[in-house]
C-alpha cells in the first residue's frame, strides 16, 4: 500500500503504510498511474486568495443585513475570476470530471459565480487536516479543493453508503446485488480519528432503487441474517448509526464536522420547461426560473439527515448541514454528460441517442463543486 503525498515544492515522496485505509481515491481514472493507491494525503503549502461566501461571523458590507444565508443568493456571469483554476492544470482532475479533456467545448459553465445575498468575500486559508467519506460526488469535491490549492491536508476516504457494504472498495463497487450493514460502521470509522475537519455525504446510493438488503451479522461469519429493506427506512438507520460514532468518538473541542446535502440531479429535462425525454444532454445555461424545484429529489430523506444534526448539535457536537440543493438545482448545465471517460464500451443504440448515456449525477471541474467548497471553507474560518 502507497501513500503519496505532493510538497508545495511540487516534488514526491512515497513510504509504507502499515493500515489498510481506504483513506484517498483510488477511482477509474489514477488505476494506471498509482495501481496500487489506497491513500492520497495532498499536502498544499501555497496561498492562494479565493473568493468565499461570509458566514455570521463576518462583517456584512455597508447596507447589509448582520445575518446570511449562504444558500439563498443567485448565480452571477463572471468571466474575470473565474475558473479558479484550469483543467489542464491540475492533475486530479480525471475521469469523468474532465469534461474538457473528453471534448466539451464551451467553457462558460466554469463562468459562473454563485453570490450570496447580503455577503462580503473573506480571503483566507486555513491549515487544517481535512478529510472527505463518501461517494463519488464527495470525491468530485475532494479534487476540486485539491485544484484550488488550499493551505491544508486534504484526503478522501471512500465510503459511499456510510456503514459498511459489499461496495466499499474503492474502484470495484459497480455490484448489481447491494449488501449493506446498517449497523456496522467501524471498519471505516477507524481511519477518521485525529481529523480537524471530517465532510461527510451520502446520498445518491440510497435514492438508486426502492430496496436495498440489510445484513444483520457479519460478511463472513455465522450468523449471517438478510433482509429486504426499504430504503429510506435502512437510510436513517445508517444515519443513526453514523450519529452514535459521531457523539461518542469526535472531539468536540477540536474536530469540525460537515454534512453535504443533496446534489442535484437533472434527469428530466421537461422539468425546466425541456424536451420531453432529454435530460442534461447538451445544456448549457443555468436554470434561471426564481424558485426553480427538482420534483424528483428525495427530500424525505434530508429531513432525516437533519433530525440527526439536530440531535447531535444538542450534544454539543459541533456539526453543520451544507444544503447545497437550492444552488446546484439551477446548474443543469455543469453535469459531465457525455464528456467523460467512459468505464464501459458504448452500444450502437447509445452511440445513435447520447442522451440515453449522459451522466446528469457528477459534476465538470473546475465546476459546481468549487462553490461547494467556497462554500465549506466560509464555515471553517
Same mark, same amino acid.
Given at each position: ?11 514526491? =515522496? ?30 498544499? !503549502? ?53 469534461? *474538457? ?81 446498517? !449497523? ?19 446520498? /445518491? ?11 444483520? !451479522? ?8 438478510? =433482509? ?32 453535504? *446535502? ?14 420531453? *425525454? ?26 432525516? /439527515? ?22 446546484? =438545482? ?15 464500451? /458504448? ?19 473546475? *465546476? ?14
Amino acid at each position: 500500500m502507497r501513500h503519496e503525498k505532493i510538497k508545495s515544492n511540487g516534488t514526491r =515522496e512515497s513510504n509504507r503504510i502499515a493500515n489498510k485505509a481506504q483513506i484517498a481515491a483510488i477511482w477509474w481514472g489514477l488505476r494506471s498511474i498509482f495501481p496500487s493507491l489506497k491513500q492520497l494525503s495532498i499536502l498544499l !503549502g501555497r496561498d492562494r486568495d479565493l473568493l468565499l461566501s461570509n458566514p455570521n461571523n463576518i462583517a456584512p458590507s455597508p447596507g447589509t443585513s448582520s445575518l446570511c444565508d449562504l444558500f439563498s443568493g443567485s448565480w452571477v456571469f463572471d468571466n474575470a475570476s473565474h475558473p479558479l483554476y484550469k483543467e489542464g492544470q491540475c492533475e486530479y482532475v480525471m475521469g469523468q470530471l474532465a469534461c *474538457g479533456k473528453f471534448g466539451r467545448k464551451d467553457l462558460k459553465y466554469q463562468q459562473w459565480r454563485w453570490q450570496p445575498h447580503g455577503c462580503d468575500l473573506p480571503r483566507e486559508t486555513t491549515n487544517k487536516r481535512l478529510m472527505f467519506v463518501g461517494d463519488s460526488l464527495n470525491r468530485g469535491q475532494w479534487v476540486s479543493l485539491v485544484c484550488m490549492d488550499y493551505n491544508a491536508t486534504i484526503e478522501f476516504y471512500w465510503a459511499p453508503l456510510l456503514v459498511e457494504s459489499n461496495c466499499d472498495d474503492p474502484v470495484n463497487h459497480r455490484i448489481g446485488n447491494r449488501i449493506v450493514r446498517v !449497523g456496522a460502521i467501524g471498519k471505516h470509522a477507524k481511519h477518521w480519528s485525529d481529523v480537524d475537519i471530517l465532510v461527510f455525504n451520502s446520498y /445518491l446510493w440510497w435514492r438508486q432503487r426502492p430496496k436495498i438488503k440489510v445484513l444483520w !451479522g457479519s460478511f463472513v461469519g455465522l450468523d449471517k441474517k438478510y =433482509e429486504m429493506m426499504k430504503m429510506p427506512q435502512a437510510y436513517k438507520i445508517a444515519l443513526n448509526t453514523w450519529s452514535d460514532w459521531i457523539q461518542v468518538h469526535v472531539d468536540k473541542s477540536k474536530t469540525q464536522v460537515f454534512f453535504i *446535502g443533496m446534489s442535484a440531479t437533472h434527469e428530466r429535462a421537461k422539468d425546466w420547461g425541456g424536451i420531453a *425525454g432529454h435530460n442534461c444532454f447538451k445544456e448549457t445555461e443555468p436554470i434561471t426560473k426564481v424558485g426553480y424545484r427538482e420534483r424528483r429529489s428525495t427530500r424525505g430523506m434530508m429531513h432525516m /439527515l437533519q433530525k440527526a444534526i439536530d440531535k447531535l448539535q444538542k450534544m454539543g457536537v459541533n456539526i453543520h448541514a451544507l444544503d447545497i440543493t437550492k444552488l446546484s =438545482e439551477y446548474r443543469k448545465d455543469a453535469h459531465s454528460s457525455i464528456h467523460k471517460e467512459q468505464t464501459t464500451n /458504448l452500444t450502437q443504440h447509445q452511440i445513435a441517442n447520447p442522451v440515453t448515456y449522459a451522466d446528469c449525477f457528477h459534476w465538470c471541474l473546475p *465546476g459546481l463543486p468549487d462553490v461547494w467548497n467556497e462554500l465549506l471553507y466560509t464555515y471553517i474560518l
